[in-house]
């Protein structure tokens, strides 16, 4: 009897994942340093942050905290579909902070004005991807902000067989061995869904927002601010 395959799920790795994530992404923690500095430009009193795909809710808390003096009536909500990162919410116990089981691609957003979205767009189905960044969109209130961070497809394939070998150079860096990186590989590559750099800005600049500009970028890996 063959094994039926074991299908990738990061509520697998709920238990250790922001570890996970820092040392399967390069120049992570930056990346969330800069996302938190980036917010108190764009949250405003009496609206909503959201957190697309929040998992542990890490970032949400500290765009939280940097932000809570002067606008303690700020709502920050995180949704994610993995119910595996529950425990994770439990105990951030925070005034005005509250993570979700939800699906983005319906649940509503309003009055929204910092809104991240880390590595979660590219496990949106295409036919999805445009739709569901129009909704974000339209749910951000003037003056308002997308951070979206994504692991782009480089645009020949020889650059992309450049950044594959330096990014699998990178992982096995970071104790990852060649099997456990060529097994996630291959779960992924049933899951994803990435664009181009270049797809993800004509996309975000179609659906309504009016500045596009890139503030982390490391190998494929980048993270785009968008006004509203």
């Known amino acids: 009897m063959t094994k039926s395959k074991k299908v990738f799920s990061f509520a697998n790795y709920a238990r250790e994942f922001d570890s996970h994530i820092r040392k399967s992404i390069p120049g992570y923690v930056e990346l969330i340093r800069d996302c938190v500095n980036l917010s108190p430009r764009y949250v405003q009193p009496g609206t909503t942050v959201l957190d697309l795909g929040c998992s542990t809710g890490h970032l949400l808390a500290a765009v939280r905290r940097i932000n809570r003096v002067g606008r303690s009536d700020v709502d920050y909500v995180g949704i994610d579909c993995e119910p595996g990162f529950k425990p994770y919410w439990d105990r951030l116990r925070a005034e005005n902070l509250r ?3 939800a699906d983005a691609r319906t649940r509503p957003f309003s009055n929204v004005s910092l809104s991240c979205s880390l590595f979660t767009m590219q496990f949106v189905r295409p036919a999805d991807k445009k739709a569901l960044l129009k ?9 308002g902000a997308l951070i979206i961070a994504e692991k782009t497809l480089a645009e020949t394939p020889r650059l992309q067989d450049v950044l594959n070998s330096a990014y699998y150079d990178f992982k096995r860096r970071q104790g990852f061995s060649p099997q456990q990186i060529l097994d996630k590989e291959r ?3 049933r899951l994803m869904t990435p664009w181009t750099e270049a797809e993800l800005r004509i996309a975000l600049s179609q659906v309504g927002f009016r500045e596009i500009n890139l503030f982390w970028s490391r190998l494929f890996f980048v993270g785009l601010l968008a006004l509203k």
């Open 187 to 189: 779960s992924l590559r």
């Open 135 to 143: 909704r974000i969109h339209d749910g951000i209130v003037e003056g």
């Open 99 to 101: 993570c979700e089981v």
